[in-house]
Structure formats: structure tokens, C-alpha cells
């Protein structure tokens, strides 16, 4: 976290300061996409996302972790003590706990609803239990706390020119676009972990079952069958962006060029995805570089604009937009 943006959002509690760094670390390590839109966000924002996004992310690297050689009653035990960390850090404001103390005191500051949290946690304790879901209607109750809370979390970060409620709806609804979109691309490393997230009617429907998966990502060989299957998957998740990109014109002005550019980005791994045959048994989609760093581009101009409507509103200075540098979204 530079201290700019710990200055700006009013920061000043040293052991809060680390906490906050520590939340942004993970951004920048883990969610290289993620990490690359929020750097669009006014300053002052940009420490509530990190602390939303750090939290997911260590929640979610106590149940996946493949480096861990933890047990599944470890990982609950695990998952339980964050809980409670969470619960009593969210009465108080703060806690011992650096990620979740910055998560409770971004919740405070933002009023965010304590039961998003909670049925975050829920869908990762279902991680441990549940490997696989009949149909879409089971993986979309899943995804409402793994995915859906994501979207609502960020909501009054972001702000609105709407009331809430109304852009609700589409943000709960990027949320599940973004997941779904990291499932497909992932279907080999979950396999790795034991866990299918496409639904098996999808895959009942195309003649494909777990264990052809299986036998297609342990040699390497592709099937039409599943090829079929997998564009469907992706067909079903452009749906959902649809279903999510009215609500990008409901935040204020200053955000969205952060969330627009966030939505084209992560569109653009289902344009990998398509672009490598849907070889997604076999390896990761990667959206080339030098796209990453055009759509940067357009949303530091599109942010530029929104500064300077907002500077001529208010007849304050306008803020530079400074360039993004690229290393570190590698």
C-alpha cells in the first residue's frame, strides 16, 4: 500500500497501515487482473478494495492451497478460527489479525453488511464438502457466497448515482461473471484439486462425464465432446456479463472506468479460452500482455475524463492520471 493511498483514505493507525499493506500485497500477487483495474480507482478507494479482495483471497488460500500439506480438518479448523477472528473484529472495528482487521475496519468505514462476510465464509466451508454440483441452480447457490457477496461487498466502495438497491442486481451479477469465467479457465487445476464446477447436467448434455475430463487432462488429448461442452460453458457466462454490464453506468463516474475495465479484461480470457481451442484441460488462457495494456490505457483516459467532469463540478484541481506501470501486472 503506497502511503499516498493510506494518506488519502485517512489511514493514519500504524498497525492498521500494515494491515492494509498486507492486503494489497496479496492483490498485486494474486488477482494480476483484479489488481491492474483497481489501480483505476480515485486513491482514496483503493485501500477498501485491497481489503476486500485480501480477505477473499486468504479465506480462499486456506481452503486451496495446493502447496499446504494441511488435512481437510485442518483447513476447517482453520477456516472456523478466521470466523471467529472475523466476528469479533467486525463487532469491535479491528482485530489481532492484520487481513481481517483491515477487512473490519473497511466495513466500518463503508457500512458494508456484516452477512456478506458470513455467507462468504459459508461458500468456502462448502469447498471442503462439496466436490461437484448436479446443476446450475446448486452452483449458483454456491456462487452466491462464493462470487454474488464479491460484487455487493464493493457496491458502497464504488458509490452510486442509482440507489443501491437498483444496481444490486448487476453487481451481485459480475460477480458470478468473473467466477465463472475463472472456473472455466480453471477446469484442469480444480480437477488437480478434486473439485468440478461445471454442472454435471452441463456436461450429461454433451456426452461428457468426470472421468472423461479426467482421462483428457492426465494425457494431454482433446475431445470434441468436450470442446462442445466447454463452449457452451462459455456461452452461459457471457450471458451473465450481459446480465452485469448495465450496472457499470449505475456507479459513479470515478469508478467506473476501474469496473469497465475490470469487465473487459476478464471477458478477454474467454477470448483466450476460445483463441487455444478451449484447451483449458491442458493449460492456462493467458490474455496477452500488450491487450492488458491497451485496455489500462483506455480506462486511465476514461478516468482522466470522469476527473476532470468532477473537477469542473466541484471547481477543484484536477488530479493527474499517471501511467500504470505494467510490471507489475505481469
Given at each position: 500500500?503506497?502511503?499516498?493511498?493510506?494518506?488519502?483514505?485517512?489511514?493514519?493507525?500504524?498497525?492498521?497501515?500494515?494491515?492494509?499493506?498486507?492486503?494489497?500485497?496479496?492483490?498485486?500477487?494474486?488477482?494480476?487482473?483484479?489488481?491492474?483495474?483497481?489501480?483505476?480507482?480515485?486513491?482514496?478507494?483503493?485501500?477498501?478494495?485491497?481489503?476486500?479482495?485480501?480477505?477473499?483471497?486468504?479465506?480462499?488460500?486456506?481452503?486451496?492451497?495446493?502447496?499446504?500439506?494441511?488435512?481437510?480438518?485442518?483447513?476447517?479448523?482453520?477456516?472456523?478460527?478466521?470466523?471467529?477472528?472475523?466476528?469479533?473484529?467486525?463487532?469491535?472495528?479491528?482485530?489481532?489479525?492484520?487481513?481481517?482487521?483491515?477487512?473490519?475496519?473497511?466495513?466500518?468505514?463503508?457500512?458494508?453488511?456484516?452477512?456478506?462476510?458470513?455467507?462468504?465464509?459459508?461458500?468456502?466451508?462448502?469447498?471442503?464438502?462439496?466436490?461437484?454440483?448436479?446443476?446450475?441452480?446448486?452452483?449458483?447457490?454456491?456462487?452466491?457466497?462464493?462470487?454474488?457477496?464479491?460484487?455487493?461487498?464493493?457496491?458502497?466502495?464504488?458509490?452510486?448515482?442509482?440507489?443501491?438497491?437498483?444496481?444490486?442486481?448487476?453487481?451481485?451479477?459480475?460477480?458470478?461473471?468473473?467466477?465463472?469465467?475463472?472456473?472455466?479457465?480453471?477446469?484442469?487445476?480444480?480437477?488437480?484439486?478434486?473439485?468440478?464446477?461445471?454442472?454435471?447436467?452441463?456436461?450429461?448434455?454433451?456426452?461428457?462425464?468426470?472421468?472423461?475430463?479426467?482421462?483428457?487432462?492426465?494425457?494431454?488429448?482433446?475431445?470434441?465432446?468436450?470442446?462442445?461442452?466447454?463452449?457452451?460453458?462459455?456461452?452461459?457466462?457471457?450471458?451473465?456479463?450481459?446480465?452485469?454490464?448495465?450496472?457499470?453506468?449505475?456507479?459513479?463516474?470515478?469508478?467506473?472506468?476501474?469496473?469497465?475495465?475490470?469487465?473487459?479484461?476478464?471477458?478477454?480470457?474467454?477470448?483466450?479460452?476460445?483463441?487455444?481451442?478451449?484447451a483449458v484441460l491442458h493449460r492456462r488462457a493467458v490474455v496477452?500482455?500488450?491487450?492488458?495494456?491497451?485496455?489500462?490505457?483506455?480506462?486511465?483516459?476514461?478516468?482522466?475524463?470522469?476527473?476532470?467532469?468532477?473537477?469542473?463540478?466541484?471547481?477543484?484541481?484536477?488530479?493527474?492520471?499517471?501511467?500504470?506501470?505494467?510490471?507489475?501486472?505481469?
Open positions: 500500500m503506497t502511503r499516498r493511498e493510506l494518506d488519502a483514505a485517512g489511514i493514519t493507525d500504524p498497525h492498521l497501515r500494515t494491515a492494509y499493506a498486507r492486503c494489497r500485497h496479496l492483490n498485486a500477487r494474486h488477482g494480476k487482473t483484479y489488481f491492474l483495474a483497481t489501480r483505476l480507482l480515485p486513491v482514496v478507494h483503493r485501500p477498501a478494495v485491497h481489503a476486500l479482495y485480501g480477505f477473499a483471497r486468504w479465506a480462499d488460500d486456506i481452503v486451496d492451497d495446493m502447496d499446504s500439506t494441511a488435512t481437510t480438518a485442518e483447513r476447517s479448523a482453520a477456516l472456523h478460527r478466521l470466523e471467529h477472528h472475523l466476528t469479533a473484529s467486525l463487532r469491535h472495528g479491528t482485530g489481532d489479525q492484520p487481513v481481517v482487521a483491515a477487512l473490519a475496519d473497511t466495513a466500518a468505514r463503508y457500512a458494508i453488511e456484516p452477512r456478506h462476510f458470513t455467507d462468504f465464509l459459508r461458500s468456502m466451508r462448502s469447498d471442503l464438502e462439496v466436490s461437484e454440483y448436479a446443476d446450475y441452480a446448486a452452483l449458483r447457490a454456491y456462487m452466491h457466497g462464493s462470487a454474488a457477496v464479491i460484487g455487493l461487498q464493493m457496491l458502497p466502495v464504488l458509490g452510486t448515482v442509482v440507489p443501491r438497491a437498483e444496481a444490486e442486481p448487476h453487481a451481485a451479477a459480475l460477480g458470478v461473471a468473473f467466477q465463472l469465467t475463472n472456473f472455466l479457465r480453471d477446469v484442469g487445476e480444480d480437477l488437480d484439486r478434486g473439485r468440478l464446477y461445471l454442472p454435471l447436467d452441463l456436461l450429461a448434455a454433451h456426452g461428457v462425464d468426470r472421468g472423461l475430463l479426467q482421462w483428457s487432462r492426465d494425457t494431454g488429448t482433446g475431445d470434441r465432446r468436450i470442446t462442445a461442452m466447454l463452449k457452451t460453458a462459455a456461452h452461459l457466462t457471457r450471458d451473465v456479463y450481459r446480465q452485469a454490464a448495465p450496472g457499470i453506468a449505475m456507479l459513479a463516474p470515478v469508478s467506473r472506468p476501474c469496473i469497465r475495465t475490470a469487465f473487459v479484461l476478464y471477458g478477454g480470457i474467454l477470448d483466450a479460452i476460445a483463441d487455444d481451442g478451449y496477452p500482455r500488450r491487450h492488458r495494456a491497451a485496455v489500462a490505457g483506455d480506462g486511465l483516459v476514461r478516468l482522466a475524463l470522469a476527473r476532470l467532469a468532477r473537477a469542473r463540478t466541484h471547481g477543484a484541481p484536477v488530479p493527474v492520471a499517471r501511467a500504470l506501470p505494467l510490471k507489475e501486472t505481469a
